[in-house]
């Protein structure tokens, strides 16, 4: 697990990564701009106050309401994209550490859209679920034990299933169910980390390409 935590850290820091990095992270940036963009158009064009202190006011409030939810929305939807190259980074992997293995078959376009929806989810989850821990310290361990599982099952989940079917890949999650657990714990931290949760999907699927390999092995 370990091995598999270092090998995953050299890749999060090699060019390729970081070049989906900035995807990701531009898609988002761009998203945002132009959702802040429609926010204000909209609201120039149906309110319409006497006053025109009213009219700052209410712009005032609203971008602060939407820098509010950018902030806590950035990692999900950064997380949705870079769920859509995913796979590319899966592979990159297995070419580097693994060229004498079977290559992976890469997902279809639909599943691989699925997933990237799902990952969106998992991480809105994940940020919504740290705003009790603010009044409830107690409520991290839960927090990030659920993140844990949540985390450890999509990505170990989407990387088996570029060599196995979803029913195998489901099988072999739940017979090394501990391992695999324990191995979420690191992201799951992560996750909890200001603009470090950004990077959090890139490096988990490195890591867990590792764990899968290596899970894998040990099971021949």
Known sequence: MFTSAF???????SPEFRSVLLKALGLTIGLFIAVLIAVEVILTTLTQFSW????????????????????FLMAPVAAAFAGLFLDGIAEKVEVKHYPRDPRGVPLPAGKAILTAIQFFFVVLLVNLAVLPVVFFGIGAVALVAANAYL????????????????????????DNGPAIFMAGLLPAV???????????????????THLFKSVRASSV
């Open 7 to 13: 090998k995953a850290l050299g890749d999060l820091l």
């Open 52 to 71: 025109p202190w009213a009219d700052w006011v209410l712009a005032l409030g609203t971008g602060a309401a939407l820098l509010v939810a950018f902030f």
């Open 151 to 174: 985390l450890s099952r999509e990505y170990f989940e989407m990387v088996a299933m570029r060599h196995m079917t979803a029913e195998e890949a489901r099988i072999m999650r739940r």
């Open 190 to 208: 992560l996750s909890l980390v200001p603009f470090v949760n950004l990077a959090v999907p890139l490096y988990a699927t490195s890591y867990f």
